[in-house]
T-cell receptor, first 114, second 112 residues
Framework: DGGITQSPKYLFRKEGQNVTLSCEQNLNHDAMYWYRQDPGQGLRLIYYSQIVNDFQKGDIAEGYSVSREKKESFPLTVTSAQKNPTAFYLC?????????????FGPGTRLLVL | GEDVEQSLFLSVREGDSSVINCTYTDSSSTYLYWYKQEPGAGLQLLTYIFSNMDMKQDQRLTVLLNKKDKHLSLRIADTQTGDSAIYFCAERYGGATNKLIFGTGTLLAVQP
């Protein structure tokens, strides 16, 4: 089955700790994206990557970091610098990040800071 | 800046039609999308429309686009309880990258 997987489904973090969210896809897509969703709000773009070893900041990149060492993987690290990290995090991918493509989403990871 | 707005909540009875509305601001948008999100899940692409179209029909779904007013709507015919979810419209931000701007989402509640 082709698709996007995110793990874990739920993640708890103590204040001041970094935590890494996993996103893997076997769709052979070049482009991958991370979004954050807060209650009553739309999705906001954190980071995106159009190709391996390259990534760009989205609208709310502060307090987050990413890496793209492999085509199929785009992990997101929520650092202690992120002041309000509790949210639902969604990963997406598209074939090449081009203008006419549809983004396909994973099931999401819910992060709760204790 | 870009902004996409939706009403927060819609309640309909099973079998009725649902119409979910969306307004956007970026006139250079090329594609507009409707996504469905069930509780605790990721987003599922329902349908999309290219900006040079006025209407697109896909089984029970009808998308209407009024480009002059920057208004997009999603009509679901014969709404079922399984259609209960949050519906997001999204516009593709003009430019070279595939950046989507999402609305705030409309919660559709279908009463049996």
């Amino acid at each position: 089955d082709g698709g996007i997987t995110q793990s874990p489904k739920y993640l708890f973090r103590k204040e001041g700790q970094n935590v890494t969210l996993s996103c893997e896809q076997n769709l052979n897509h070049d482009a991958m994206y991370w979004y954050r969703q807060d209650p009553g709000q739309g999705l906001r773009l954190i980071y995106y990557s159009q190709i391996v070893n390259d990534f760009q900041k989205g609208d709310i990149a502060e307090g987050y970091s990413v890496s793209r060492e492999k085509k199929e993987s785009f992990p997101l690290t929520v650092t202690s610098a992120q002041k309000n990290p509790t949210a639902f995090y969604l990963c997406a991918s598209s074939p090449s990040g081009g203008a006419l493509e549809t983004q396909y989403f994973g099931p999401g990871t819910r992060l709760l800071v204790l | 800046g870009e902004d996409v707005e939706q009403s927060l909540f819609l309640s309909v009875r099973e079998g009725d039609s649902s119409v979910i509305n969306c307004t956007y601001t970026d006139s250079s948008s090329t594609y507009l999308y409707w996504y469905k999100q069930e509780p605790g899940a990721g987003l599922q692409l329902l349908t999309y429309i290219f900006s040079n179209m006025d209407m697109k029909q896909d089984q029970r779904l009808t998308v209407l686009l009024n480009k002059k007013d920057k208004h997009l709507s999603l009509r679901i015919a014969d709404t079922q309880t399984g259609d209960s979810a949050i519906y997001f419209c999204a516009e593709r931000y003009g430019g070279a990258t595939n950046k989507l701007i999402f609305g705030t989402g409309t919660l559709l509640a279908v009463q049996p």
